[in-house]
């Protein structure tokens, strides 16, 4: 198992590149606190944006970071060390109240989603469109991202 | 009860809003303020408030205090604490002087910071400043009222030996009218969720008090209302954080590292908490009437103001509206210590509902949520019972 959160991102990364593309930012600032990862896919006109706050343990203080990227993304996502997961599980009406997805990833690049929140339009137009501009007209080209939206 | 604006960087928020009725006087900062240019301030802003002398770290020329007389750097361009034993009438005289210029309302005292706490530290403060200031004070002075400035660190409050020798030295210089008392803050939350420490702090006031001393407690942030069930005479407010709690790292010259600029916080007296702005979205989008959450004011940026407001740290609006907003919420105490006992915990249980409210859809953070709110209700609990 990872013993540092770097660790786990690093492993995240590669996971995330090799899965659904290299559309994303690392650690992007300037926003409503600093998600690890800012996954976007681009679809005509639209730009949907799903965060990832990664985290060895402490599910609750993930969370609360994760409702943060809510105001510019679509999706936000807590990702849990496959080994301190249960205590999240146990609370998952709480991921559910708040509309947080919840995941878990281990060091073998096993990845499960345990709860798939609802896009939704992010609180802050501001920030949506801050974030969309950093982005720019990226031509990559996202993959399978439909697996993170409910 | 009185309210003052402890000044630091932007002054003139603090002048603009006492000009336009808010506060009862400023509390100047020499870091902040060139000497000369506060000799040239309106008296009538000077003869309300006082000096915070700022010789926390001697000689540490931050900010303007070089342009100071009573800067001890003036005196001797290596001044160290030891200079103080032949100094210390020179410098007393310097200070007292200057504040006497200016008129202020008071003549403060001014104190030395330290890191540790050493068994010789009041001895100190007794023979650097104490005893020169009140001697050259009752030669000069007659009717000024003299306060004495006081660090309390943590220890200070919580260890009962070393609480009692700090009221002891307090409460045991005969010429001394009050107190500038400031506690020191080295918790990492925004808002302080310690019971000892609260307890204590109110404990410690109460006793000052109770020994017919003004106390003015500086470097308030809104546990000002927790302070305020001890009947000091004065608290605080103040723009910036590093004006609503007190850390040494402000004074120290070196200290030039990069700061995180914090988010831009509005204040609400309905939830007696400053929310991060970053919440003011979700909350417009998730909860009924969010706007009534917050206290209408001629500064609110989220009703006076065009809805792209660019909210930002350093913008004036929220402060404004805080010194506004606060003063209100302190004038409207009561007069009687248990009424206002009694009120400040109503207050406390609907600020929680308001809270379960906004979190039954909103997910705040430790520092915009009211976690610190059963702190207080606990505090007063217990202060209640001990002053019954």
Known sequence: ?150 | MKVFHQTGHNIKWNIDSFNEGVGDGLIYSPINIDADKLLGLDLKLKSTGFLDPQLYLLNQAKGSIETYPYFPGNLKSDFATPDLDNDNINLAKLCIDYQLKNDFKYLVIPTKYNAENPTNYLIQCTDYFVIPFCEYAKEVNKDKKILLSVIVKGIMLTDDEKRNEILNWITGHQNVDGVYLIFENNFASKQIKDFDFLFNALRLIKILKDNQMEVHIGYCNTEALLYSLAMPDSVTIGSYENLRSFGIRRFQETDNSPMRSPNARLYSSKLLQWVDYGYIQPMKTLVENYADYFDESPYNPLTNFKPDYNWQFKKTEPYKHYFYVFNKQIKSLSEDQFDRIENLKINIKTSRNLFNKIESSVLLDDDSDGSHLQHWFNVINAFQKEIS
């Open chain 1, 1 to 150: 198992m990872f013993d540092t959160e770097i660790e786990m991102s690093i492993l995240f990364e590669k996971f995330l590149k090799a899965n659904f593309g290299n559309t994303y930012l690392k650690e992007c600032q300037g926003l409503f606190g600093i998600p690890d990862f800012v996954f976007y896919a681009k679809q005509n006109d639209e730009v949907s944006i799903i965060s990832f706050e990664l985290k060895l343990k402490d599910w609750k203080r993930a969370a609360k970071q994760a409702f943060r990227y809510k105001s510019f993304s679509n999706v936000a996502y807590v990702v849990l060390s496959s080994r301190n997961v249960k205590a999240a599980l146990n609370n998952i009406d709480f991921f559910e109240k708040y509309n947080i997805g919840l995941a878990k990833f281990g060091n073998d690049c096993d990845f499960e989603i345990l709860f798939k929140p609802e896009s939704i339009k992010p609180y802050s137009e501001n920030l949506n469109s801050k974030l969309i501009e950093t982005i720019g007209i990226n031509r990559k080209k996202a993959k399978n991202f439909e697996l993170f939206i409910g």
